[in-house]
């Protein structure tokens, strides 16, 4: 599985933006496909996730600015970003999982938001 993404870039506190990532390959129904992220100096962490029947899970500290939403039809995931804050900084990972071959994850887009 390959997954591209694109969409990053330098926004100001308050901005939006949207990542797209698009999968192809050996793609398999009963899909999970989500975003992480990882900042400086820090572990990578949860975003969101979006199943291929459309049931979405979200972090606390992202819930009502992010909204991650797929076209399966065309294996692509999309993260909407809305005010965002200096703290979203990260790069953003892509992330495809499926039961029978694992996780597969994007090369990362940088969202740089300044204050």
């Known amino acids: 599985v390959q997954l591209v993404e694109s969409g990053g870039g330098l926004v100001q506190a308050g901005g939006s933006l949207r990542l797209s990532c698009t999968a192809s390959?050996?793609?398999?129904?009963?899909?999970?496909m989500g975003w992480y992220r990882q900042a400086p100096g820090k572990q990578r962490e949860f975003v969101a996730t979006?199943?291929?029947?459309?049931?979405?899970d979200c972090a606390d500290a992202v819930k009502g600015r992010l909204t991650i939403s797929r076209d399966s039809a065309k294996n692509t995931v999309y993260l909407e970003m809305n005010s965002l804050k200096p703290e979203d900084t990260a790069v953003y990972y892509c992330?495809?999982?499926?039961?029978?071959?694992?996780?597969?994850w994007g090369q990362g887009t940088q969202v740089t938001v300044s204050s």
């Open positions: 992330n495809y999982y499926q039961v029978t071959i694992g996780d597969y």
């Open positions: 390959g050996s793609i398999f129904s009963g899909n999970v």
């Open positions: 979006i199943t291929t029947g459309g049931r979405t």
